[in-house]
């Protein structure tokens, strides 16, 4: 039995690491418990990383208000963690009478919510600005951005973890009993005991607050799919470009990311299944279809991978999705803090989605500051973003940077023993994908994947057969197929 925590936070997606890494400003014993083997493995890294500007949302909604202030404060934010933000701006465009009118009212609709640098753009300046997108005009938001959305999950745990909070990984809450003032937090490995508790459970969020007592929440799944195309293109799309936007779907969208790839999707579709993730060909097919209609400059042959993530979201009888809700039922479960369909805009109200629950949770208690807190967490110094000088002063200081692991993406050993070693500790071999770029090229990890694998071995001092690609049953290797030579008999 682990005990003596004031918070445990059920969840390893950006909202709970967000809320880990601003509750660590406090005098607190934090522990994060989260199922899978490293962070961000369900919707907080199967998302399209944009930073929304905020005017998507109804007037008055914590939706809209949280994806404003996360928004605002991203720069921020990415400039103390480290991780890849830009503030590029985004367009919806638009060809017909009915389109301009409808971006007009999205206009005012931002407008009201307080969102700043939102225009009406004329033909040139659309194809000024993204040469070749098909479109007669547009609604241009500059505050939006792009960001990557691992590496700000990533970056918020690290910095939590370095700020005294404990992450503790393949640990499925399974079930929460009150004992006087403390919550029982079970799962089929241990029991963690602690005064607050915080439902971040992204997906799962309903079966936590039934295990809360916080009953009757109704949670349906968005499933959405996503072709990953080459970098090369990303070079010609300076900013993600949206279509013009029904009152229940974004629409379709062709988006870059920080590292240059475009993305073409969604699909949106209900799912009852929250953990199916394949792809269908039909979807590949309506996905090009679509793209093409707006930015018809790529082929089949530029697909690298296809992706897709969950959204939940709360609906009530009826259907109709509501608001984020984020409470805390001092009656029911005092010192709980529950939250329910934390769907998109969840990666860009992040932060401000963890100062609000902080808030929340000081109105009822006074936690004392930590005068040591150190906001500030180094990124991987990344080889291929370096000037060639820059590169030769890194191989003479560390001469494992001038070894390179994944040829594709250009990256080093150096950087692989930084992922590895990071202050989380990596287990696994997607957690040095996301953290490096290593086998997220055009060979998907052909040629390096098993020098990684070899590498977190040796520096782990894991068996062959530890080591997963990602979750807990996915081994790299199971066995041996064949005795050594020396064994055979002459
Ligand atoms: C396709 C798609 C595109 C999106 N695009 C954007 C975008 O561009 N911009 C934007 O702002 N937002 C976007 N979003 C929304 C955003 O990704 C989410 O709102 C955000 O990631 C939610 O984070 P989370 O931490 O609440 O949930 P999650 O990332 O799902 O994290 C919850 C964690 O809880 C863990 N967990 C669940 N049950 C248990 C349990 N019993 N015990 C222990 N751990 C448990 C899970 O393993 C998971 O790691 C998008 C979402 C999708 C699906």
């Not at 404003?68 to 367009?91: H, Q, T, W, Y």
């Not at 006087?180 to 439902?199: H, L, M, Q």
């Not at 969840?346 to 000081?362: W, Y």
């Not at 370096?386 to 002063?393: G, I, K, R």
Request: charged fraction near 25%.
């Amino acid at each position: 039995m682990r005990s003596g925590f004031d918070v445990i936070i059920i969840g390893g997606g950006v909202v709970g690491c967000a809320i880990a890494r601003e509750l660590s400003r406090y005098r607190l014993k934090i522990g994060l418990l989260e199922k899978n083997l490293d962070v961000g493995y369900e919707t907080s890294g199967r998302n399209t990383g944009v930073c929304h500007g905020g005017f998507a949302y109804d007037v008055g909604t914590w939706k809209a208000k949280l994806c404003l202030e996360g928004n605002r404060i991203m720069g921020d934010v990415a400039r103390e963690l480290s991780f890849p933000f830009k503030r590029c701006g985004k367009v919806l465009v638009g060809n017909t009478q009915e389109d301009y009118n409808r971006l007009l009212e999205v206009i005012r609709q931002g407008e009201a919510i307080g969102v700043t640098g939102l225009s009406m753009i004329d033909d040139a300046e659309l194809h000024r600005l993204i040469p070749g997108v098909v479109g007669n005009f547009a609604m241009l938001s500059e505050t939006s951005g792009i960001l990557d959305p691992f590496q700000m999950t990533i970056a918020l745990a690290e910095n939590a973890v370095q700020n005294g909070a404990s992450f503790f990984f393949g640990q499925e809450v399974t079930g929460i009993r009150r004992e006087g003032d403390a919550y029982v937090i079970t799962t089929p490995k241990e029991t963690f005991v602690t005064r607050w508790v915080v439902n971040s459970a992204g997906l799962s969020c309903g079966k936590i607050s039934d295990m809360l007592g916080l009953t009757g929440y109704r949670v349906i799944y968005s499933k959405d799919d996503y072709i990953l195309l080459d970098q090369r293109l990303g070079r010609e799309v300076s900013m993600p470009i949206y279509t013009v936007p029904s009152n229940t779907y974004m629409g379709i969208h062709v988006t870059v990311t920080t590292d240059g790839n475009l993305l073409l999707g969604p699909t949106a579709q209900d799912t009852e299944d929250n953990a199916y993730y394949g792809v269908e060909q039909k979807n590949l097919d309506f996905l090009y279809k679509a793209a093409m209609d707006i930015w018809p400059h790529f082929t089949k042959g530029d697909y690298i991978r296809t992706y897709s993530g969950i959204l939940p979201k709360w609906a009530d009888e009826e259907g109709r999705i509501q608001d984020f809700k984020m409470e805390i039922v001092d009656d029911v479960a005092p010192r709980a803090v529950n939250l329910v369909g934390i769907e998109s805009p969840g990666l860009t109200a992040s932060v401000a989605i963890a100062r609000h629950v902080i808030g929340m949770m000081r109105e009822r208690e006074a936690f004392p500051e930590r005068a040591d807190f150190n906001p500030v967490r180094k990124g991987i110094r990344r080889f291929a973003e370096m000037t060639a000088e820059e590169q030769a002063e890194a191989i003479r200081e560390n001469p494992d940077y001038g070894e390179l692991i994944c040829r594709c993406q250009k990256v080093t050993r150096a950087e692989i023993l930084q992922a590895i070693h990071n202050p989380l500790g990596v287990s696994t071999v997607t957690g040095v994908k996301y953290r490096t770029r290593a086998m997220m090229g055009r060979c998907q990890g052909g040629y390096c994947q098993m020098r990684i694998t070899r590498m977190l071995e040796e520096e782990r001092g894991l068996a062959p057969q530890e080591i997963t690609y990602a979750r807990e049953g996915s081994q790299m290797l199971y066995g041996l197929v064949r005795e050594e030579a020396h064994h055979v008999e002459a």
